[in-house]
């Protein structure tokens, strides 16, 4: 019998036998009893924790924002304790003279002014100072910076702007500023968004035909123009600079508002809760808006972001507050207009980089996390 010649497998042959032995997809698992226990709210938490890069942004961000509502306990011009001759004083609570602590002057105590310092570290006084010894407007008149801005030093560990002041105290103070800036200009447009989307998806008809050609004439006036104008006529405040901004800031969120209303009120349950009886108000909050939220969480941490960014430049083009208050946006006008002070730059610039970022990540997980495909694939793990 003759041997068959046996011929060694082709190209297209070898590389079928290897995607056919690839490792299949891994499938969801059906979900456990305990899963399907959980809450919508515990699964939605759950699932956002599966997004590492957004979960940890969450905490970095926490951690900053609590750590700059705590700036005083960290960097301020006065002590946070002061022993004296057998005496206690809380100088971050009272203003005290100087003559309290033996001084000549009939003037508020300079804790900065190396005579005071001294009468405070003689023995048996004692003096609690913060990390750093600097408030957003502290102007230290005997440091050794024989100019300004000046260069970072001991004294000031990211150096000092224009006027003087520390930009370590100014970046600690000015985010804080500008995160609180963008909750309450978030929250504010997400009330007015939410309500507005609400009644107008709810009732459609003549009331949404009427309400979206208002939006559509409120939504062609030039914010920007408007901000220039307001800005001239009264002294730029955080107050005036929300304000404005949330006459406009609500009409996006409105629109994915009011599609999901549009959606929902055609559905079975809102019928059955017609036929119940139910008042307007009950079906509107009480059963359509829990379920037309999607589009509003996930719009959150986008709209922070925005918020944030409009106030910087706003203070960048001089039309938001103004000195000494703190503001990253002043950090980079100073930066620009001095690029040999590379640190005034480099410290505006790095902090609203990382802020937005921090904010970008969140949201990128919020939305996946609230996304019904990527849900049934990634099913949450209890913890």
């Known amino acids: 019998m003759t041997a068959q010649t046996i011929s060694p497998p082709s190209f297209w042959q070898r590389l079928s036998q290897r995607l056919g032995r690839r490792t299949p997809r891994v499938q969801a698992e059906p979900l456990t009893q305990t899963d ?120 000031n560990l990211l150096g000092t702007d224009i006027a003087g002041y520390d930009i370590v105290a100014r970046l600690l103070y000015g985010f804080r500023v500008s995160v609180t800036f963008g909750l309450a200009l978030t929250v504010i447009g997400t009330v007015l968004g939410v309500l507005i989307g609400a009644l107008q998806g709810y009732f459609a008809g003549k009331i949404d035909l009427v309400a979206q050609r208002l939006i559509e004439v409120w939504g062609s006036l030039p914010e920007l123009y408007l901000l220039i104008i307001f800005a001239s006529l009264f002294e730029p405040s955080l107050i005036l600079l929300a304000v404005l901004l949330s006459l406009f800031g609500w009409i996006y969120l409105s629109d994915y508002v009011r599609a999901e209303f549009l959606r929902n009120r055609q559905l079975e349950y809102v019928k059955a809760a017609r036929a119940m009886g139910l008042s307007h108000g009950q079906i509107i909050w009480r059963h359509i808006l829990p379920n037309s939220l999607t589009p509003v969480i996930t719009f959150l941490p986008f709209r922070m972001s925005a918020a944030i960014m409009a106030l910087a430049s706003l203070d960048f083009l001089g039309l938001g507050v103004q000195a000494p208050a703190p503001s990253l946006g002043q950090l980079l006008l100073q930066g620009k207009e001095n690029l040999d002070a590379w640190w005034i730059a480099v410290s505006g610039f790095g902090a609203l980089m990382l802020t937005l970022l921090l904010l970008t990540f969140m949201g990128e997980a919020l939305r996946n996390a609230m996304d019904a495909h990527i849900a049934d694939r990634l099913p949450p793990e209890n913890v």
Do not use: M
């Open 36 to 155: 399907a226990a959980l809450t919508p709210g515990r699964r939605l938490w759950l699932r956002f924790k599966q997004n590492r890069l957004g979960y940890w942004s969450l905490i970095l961000f926490t951690s900053l924002y609590l750590v700059s509502l705590a700036g005083e306990l960290i960097s301020n011009d006065k002590p946070l304790l002061v022993y004296f001759q057998h005496e206690w004083f809380f100088p971050l609570l009272h203003d005290y003279p100087e003559a309290v602590f033996g001084g000549q002057l009939p003037i508020y105590a300079d804790y900065n002014d190396p005579f005071i310092r001294e009468q405070l570290a003689k023995p048996g006084n004692f003096a609690l100072y913060a990390p750093n010894p600097y408030y957003y407007d502290t102007l230290n008149y005997f440091s050794n910076a024989v100019h300004y801005p000046g260069p970072p030093t001991q004294e």
